[in-house]
């Protein structure tokens, strides 16, 4: 019994390994807030009074297990071109959308947010590189004048 376990971690951490390289912490972070969001979400729907729907759980988990992998994905990506980037920012663009929606489910359940805490969220975000589009063109793109 105990070999088998013993194997099992070891091919369990091989194909995390392999997966994700070396575990960021970042990561570890990235899956507590994913946690954190899907608890605050079921908590949410049940003070809201929409009780719990199985199809909508399956489909909050479906979403996290694919930000898991364009993760993957983006850590390959980072392989093949051997740099040390797209995961990076793939992990910090779902930590920052996984806060705003946890402040979100907080906001549903009447909880207060301290707001060191909402400009860390911001800066987590814009280091993922998701930020709205200017209004205006680039300069190469605006009519002349």
Known sequence: MN???GAGS????AIL???FGIWPESLTFLLVV??????SGVAAS??????????????????KGLMLLVVLVAHRVDVLLHVDMAMGAAIYFYIGNELLSV?????RLGL???DKLRNAVKLLR????????????????????
Request: aromatic share 8%.
């Open 126 to 145: 814009d280091r993922g590189g998701d930020r709205p589009p200017d209004d205006d063109p680039p300069s190469g793109d605006r009519p002349p004048s």
């Open 3 to 5: 070999a088998n376990l």
């Open 17 to 19: 390994v392999f997966s």
């Open 112 to 114: 207060p947010l301290p």
């Open 10 to 13: 070891i091919i369990i951490g």
């Open 46 to 63: 049940l003070r809201e009074g929409k009780g719990l729907s199985s199809t909508a759980g399956f489909w909050g988990l479906g979403k």
């Open 103 to 107: 402040i979100e489910n907080y906001g």
């Open 34 to 39: 994913m946690g954190v969001d899907y608890i």
